[in-house]
């Protein structure tokens, strides 16, 4: 998984500097494969297992597949992006798939390496074409079978309409992709196929993927001013839960402007968060709310005590107006997303809910301040867990209208295969870790952050509507009767279930 080659990329990135200043050469050691994570996922602890967990490996030997070269007589690649109009959202269009020319942005520069070497191999050029309505486009190429695109790059919400329409092409049954090979990411097999059918799967290729990873910031001068310990020192020792995160939350907030009324606009809080964090925290709690069984199919895992514990600590904090921010009772009334913004940077508020894009956008933040991973339930689970947004995360697909399944898998294995050896280090080593995370403890949660990373297919494939109805709406009208909406909500969940599963039955 990425996890495993991002953290042995750091170790070869200091050997190799260490080398080059002692102007001397040395062969390193032997690869370092990543984990295999198969097996039954109703319940994340017991799927995902401190992957990458020993911080002595050594460098990693570089692989590739065994794909020879080939003519493909200056044939167009096309590639079908999502766009999202509004400033609020505009940070999330591609930046993974195409570069026009070299600009000095490292980013940029490494996607367009990355594709010039692909386009010299294969003799073909890669292009991308950025729309607004993703599933919609692919449908109507599908019903005049135009085969215009070879790619496509849905939100991974919106992955489950387009395969169940059969508008995709299930990935297990491309030709020259090897779903098994280090630059794919295992997790999205494990999460997201059903009846071992996969529509769509994230990797090496994207870092929009990495972008949607959910996770936690904090403002170092107001922990400084109140004297709180270290949220560091709290995650270090397996300790930063919700009620650690409600007890620190709760001792900052203050009434800035004297109206006796706290504000967003005007007002220091402890927290902010949004619709998307209770979700996120069911995740960050090792929990889901579907999962799938050993024939790999989807089933109903939501409603245990546990779930029930997760939900009322979420609660509690939503319902907290003196001392938690939430975003979307301000929706339609100002950007809510620029807001979070300001108020973090104005050093009115101690912590926020963030997806990891947001990083970027306080680069120019005066204050200090670190990221961390989202809280788990209580010390005693293991590990913690992150989330893929479902709404900004994406992930790579293949309409079944592409003429050429054996050319398609080629160049993208191939390219997936480069991504690793390029854009993720751009990404992660170079800008995130080096432009961005403010300090080596950062960089540390950062790890972490994704060390453990899972899909709800729940929550992705919206079964019943609870996901992104009951539990994202878990307090956003100030009232929580979340026991009760999924007793109501039970049926419609295996209903709609039962019609995936009808549909991937018709599917070839």
């Not at 973090?344 to 894009?357: C, H, Y």
Request: proline share 3%; with cysteine.
């Amino acid at each position: 998984m990425k996890t495993s080659f991002k953290k042995s990329l750091t170790v070869l990135l200091f050997i190799l500097l260490v080398l080059s200043l002692l102007v001397s050469c040395q062969s390193g050691g032997g690869a370092d494969s990543d984990k295999d994570k198969d097996g039954d996922d109703n319940n994340i602890q017991a799927d995902i297992q401190n992957d990458g967990e020993d911080g002595d490996k050594q460098p990693e030997e570089r692989v590739y597949p065994n794909l020879e070269a080939a003519d493909f007589g200056g044939y167009e690649f096309l590639v079908l992006t999502r766009t999202v109009f509004g400033a609020d959202w505009a940070e999330w269009d591609h930046r993974d798939i195409y570069a026009e020319e070299l600009n000095s942005d490292v980013i940029n520069d490494a996607v367009f390496n990355r594709n010039k070497k692909i386009e010299e191999k294969y003799n073909i050029e890669i292009k991308d074409r950025v729309l607004s309505d993703v599933p919609a486009v692919i449908s109507r190429a599908v019903k005049v079978d135009d085969d215009v695109y070879d790619l496509v790059a849905p939100h991974n919400n919106e992955m489950p309409a387009m395969a169940s329409a059969g508008n995709l092409v299930d990935l297990f049954k491309v030709p020259y992709l090897d779903l098994e090979s280090p630059w794919w990411d295992r997790g999205t097999v494990r999460d997201l196929s059903i009846m071992h059918k996969l529509f769509m799967i994230q990797g090496d290729l994207l870092i929009i993927d990495n972008d949607a990873m959910e996770a936690m910031i904090f403002n170092k001068n107001l922990l400084q001013e109140n004297e709180l310990e270290s949220p560091y020192d709290i995650v270090k020792r397996g300790e930063w839960t919700f009620e650690k995160l409600t007890e620190m939350s709760r001792n900052v907030s203050k009434d800035l402007n004297g109206d006796g009324q706290m504000y967003i606009k005007d007002d220091l809080f402890g927290l902010i968060l949004q619709r998307d964090t209770s979700p996120s925290f069911i995740v960050s709690a090792g929990e889901k709310i579907c999962a799938k069984d050993e024939n790999d199919y989807p089933i109903i895992t939501f409603g245990t005590e546990r779930h029930y514990r997760i939900m009322e600590a979420i609660t509690e904090l939503m319902l907290d107006e003196e001392n938690v921010v939430h975003l979307h009772r301000y929706e339609g009334q100002f950007g809510i997303y620029d807001e979070q913004v300001k108020m973090f940077q104005e050093d009115r508020a101690l912590f926020s809910w963030i997806r990891m894009r947001i990083v970027e956008r306080l680069r120019g933040m005066e204050t200090d301040f670190g990221i961390l991973p989202c809280p788990k339930l209580d010390a005693s689970q293991e590990n913690y867990y992150t989330r893929n947004n479902p709404h900004t995360g994406a992930g790579i697909a293949i309409p079944v209208t592409a003429s050429d399944l054996a050319r398609t898998g080629m160049i993208l294995e191939d390219l997936c295969a480069e991504s690793r050896y390029t854009l993720q280090p751009a990404y992660y080593e170079i800008n995130l870790k080096g432009k961005y995370a403010r300090d080596e403890d950062s960089r540390e949660m950062l790890d972490i952050i994704l060390q453990n990373t899972a899909h709800d297919i729940g929550d992705v494939y919206n079964f019943g509507e609870f996901g992104k109805g009951a539990i994202s709406q878990n307090g956003q009208n100030r009232k929580a009767d979340y026991v009760s909406d999924f007793e109501k909500a039970y049926d419609r969940i295996q209903r709609d279930i039962d019609k995936v599963i009808a549909a991937y039955e018709k599917l070839d």
